[in-house]
């Protein structure tokens, strides 16, 4: 079982950039499938960015496709999410998690079986 912890959150301005990290522990991530969540005040956990495995394609909501970047660093047994261009919408917890290798990215949540804190990241106007 893996465990994770991100970082990286915090308050930036419309426009500007943040780098979120997410450092597992327990076992390697090539071994697991890894995405990005988020949940804004009031809404419900929104799928962001995933890979099925180390060498899989990260796929990306049609929300953030072109502004973020997810990547994985197998010497660090870390994963990122390089946040561009950010917009008032996307304020939010973000969160890591991690679940079963998959040949595709999963996208729900019950498809993913560990999960980090979140980070807090707030884009302002």
């Known amino acids: 079982q893996v465990q994770l912890v991100e970082s990286g959150g915090g308050l930036v301005q419309a426009g500007g950039s943040l780098r979120l990290s997410c450092a597992a522990s327990?076992?390697?991530?090539?071994?697991?499938?890894m995405g990005w969540f988020r949940q804004a005040p009031g809404k419900e956990r929104e799928f962001v960015a995933a890979?099925?495995?180390?060498?899989?394609?990260?796929y990306y909501a049609d929300s953030v496709t072109g502004r973020f970047t997810m990547s994985r660093d197998n010497t660090k047994n870390s994963v990122y999410l390089q946040m561009n261009i950010l917009k008032s919408e996307d304020t939010a917890v973000y969160y890591c998690?991690?679940?079963?290798?998959?040949?595709?990215?999963?996208?729900?949540?019950?498809?993913?079986?560990?999960w980090g804190q979140g980070t807090q990241v707030t884009v302002s106007s």
């Open positions: 998690a991690a679940g079963p290798l998959s040949s595709a990215a999963p996208r729900k949540n019950h498809q993913f079986t560990t």
């Open positions: 327990g076992r390697t991530i090539m071994t697991a499938a």
């Open positions: 890979t099925g495995w180390s060498d899989g394609s990260p």
